[in-house]
């Protein structure tokens, strides 16, 4: 039997970031969690039993808002996609977003991604992964908090289908660079394709809240495809 990567790593991709949830976010943090939410459990999930539809997975690590990932499940209701993220007044939004939509192709997680990822996905059942404008941490000292890794690239590939893909995109071009060495140096995926851009040539994706700040500054923006290599 194929065994899990339990990606026991002490360090954090991620600092809470203050921020009041609005009550409006709070109301949809307790009528509508019901709804779109999965309590974190440790135990892995049965993909086929949490959506009504057959469809393939779409999982985004960090969605911030939410507003592209409800975006993103509206466009595609034949797929399913799950979103995981950490800051509340984020999945408040997000909830209230998924709402407006009416869609029911959408479930939520508020949890440490590198442990729902390691605990609760299954092997080979994700379609595509998503990880949109991940933190930077700029400072050479906080890149070991920096979420692309081998280990999570090993954790991704494990999970993704055969033919399913990472799409990452960053406006920090630092972090680009990272990000071709580390996914280079990793036997799991191939480049299927790159683009850097200026906010006008987002690679399947919209733009996002993060995006936008980026393109505030000046920052360009890079994309990537990385299709998951056969074993
Ligand atoms: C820079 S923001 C980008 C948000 C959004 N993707 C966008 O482009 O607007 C990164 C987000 O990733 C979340 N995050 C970082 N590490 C995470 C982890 N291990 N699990 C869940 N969320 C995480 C943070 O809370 C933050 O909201």
Same mark, same amino acid.
């Given at each position: 039997m194929?065994?899990?990567?339990t990606?026991?790593r002490?360090?954090?991709?991620? =600092?809470k970031r203050s921020?009041?949830?609005? #009550?409006? @976010?709070?109301?949809?943090?307790?009528?509508?969690w019901? =709804?779109?939410?999965i309590d974190?459990s440790g135990?892995?999930? +049965?993909l086929q039993g949490v959506?009504?539809? #057959?469809?393939? $997975?779409v999982l985004e690590?960090?969605?911030g808002? /939410?507003?592209t990932?409800?975006?993103?499940? $509206?466009?595609?209701?034949e797929?399913?996609?799950i979103?995981?993220?950490v800051?509340?007044p984020g $999945?408040?939004? *997000?909830l209230?977003?998924?709402r407006?939509? /009416?869609?029911?192709?959408?479930r939520l997680?508020?949890?440490?991604?590198l442990?729902v990822l390691? @605990? @609760?996905?299954?092997?080979?059942?994700?379609? !595509?992964v998503?990880?949109?404008?991940?933190d #930077?941490?700029?400072k050479k000292?906080?890149h070991?908090?920096?979420?692309?890794? @081998?280990d999570?690239?090993?954790?991704i590939?494990e !999970?993704?289908?055969?033919g /399913?893909t990472?799409n990452?995109?960053?406006d920090?071009? #630092?972090?680009?660079e990272y990000? +071709?060495e580390t $996914?280079?140096r990793?036997s799991r995926?191939? *480049?299927?394709?790159?683009?850097?851009h200026? /906010?006008d040539q987002?690679?399947d994706r919209?733009?996002?809240k993060f995006e936008q700040?980026?393109?505030k500054?000046?920052?360009?923006i890079? +994309?990537w495809c990385?299709r998951?290599?056969t074993?």
């Amino acid at each position: 039997m194929q065994e899990q990567n339990t990606h026991k790593r002490s360090i954090r991709s991620f =600092v809470k970031r203050s921020g009041r949830l609005t #009550p409006s @976010q709070q109301k949809a943090l307790l009528e509508l969690w019901p =709804v779109y939410g999965i309590d974190y459990s440790g135990v892995a999930l +049965d993909l086929q039993g949490v959506f009504t539809n #057959p469809g393939s $997975v779409v999982l985004e690590i960090g969605f911030g808002n /939410g507003e592209t990932l409800v975006q993103q499940a $509206v466009e595609s209701p034949e797929k399913n996609f799950i979103g995981i993220e950490v800051h509340e007044p984020g $999945v408040g939004h *997000c909830l209230l977003k998924a709402r407006e939509a /009416g869609i029911g192709n959408l479930r939520l997680l508020a949890h440490d991604a590198l442990e729902v990822l390691s @605990q @609760q996905i299954p092997l080979a059942s994700l379609s !595509r992964v998503n990880l949109y404008f991940p933190d #930077p941490w700029p400072k050479k000292r906080h890149h070991k908090r920096r979420i692309v890794q @081998q280990d999570f690239l090993d954790l991704i590939a494990e !999970r993704l289908e055969t033919g /399913g893909t990472l799409n990452i995109a960053t406006d920090w071009t #630092p972090y680009a660079e990272y990000i +071709d060495e580390t $996914v280079s140096r990793s036997s799991r995926f191939t *480049c299927n394709e790159s683009r850097e851009h200026d /906010g006008d040539q987002p690679l399947d994706r919209p733009r996002t809240k993060f995006e936008q700040r980026g393109l505030k500054k000046g920052h360009r923006i890079h +994309d990537w495809c990385f299709r998951r290599s056969t074993d």
